[in-house]
């Protein structure tokens, strides 16, 4: 999430708010039981953060801008967001350790079936340089 994300078009959830909704959209398909998946496996090219001003450097940053992001989501998902002090200034944290869902084998695809989708994603390795035991599991299994 965050930089690049690939976003199932037929879940029920959507963007929503002003502020963090990247963030928001993630707790959202959590929330209800889907799964996100993190992974450093894809480049996207994009200038790295810091590199520029942003676009919204003056609109949404400026004066206590920041300050109102965060607790624009701590208000959203209470208990699960809070604001805190990082780099010296207001910074939402959540704690993502309250979902621990669970990616389903692909033979048990019931959600996706259930809104009609006909395709999966398939794992290819490019190079011999998967490391965590489970995802080289995964792409074993899916290159088989």
Avoid at 129 to 137: A, E, G, K, Q
């Amino acid at each position: 999430m965050y930089s690049c994300i690939l976003i199932l078009s037929r879940i029920p959830y959507r963007w929503r708010g002003r502020y963090n909704e990247d963030t928001d959209l993630c707790l959202q398909v959590l929330s209800g039981g889907w799964c996100t998946v993190l992974l450093n496996a894809f480049l996207v090219q994009k200038m790295v953060t810091m590199a520029m001003r942003g676009g919204n450097t003056d609109v949404l940053y400026a004066g206590d801008g920041r300050l109102r992001m965060a607790r624009s989501l701590e208000r959203a998902w209470p208990g699960v967001v809070q604001v805190i002090r990082r780099f010296r200034r207001p910074q939402h944290w959540v704690d993502w350790t309250r979902f621990r869902n669970r990616l389903k084998p692909k033979q048990s695809r019931g959600a996706t079936e259930a809104s009609g989708l006909d395709w999966a994603v398939q794992l290819e390795q490019l190079a011999p340089s998967v490391r965590h035991p489970r995802l080289r599991r995964y792409v074993s299994e899916a290159m088989k």
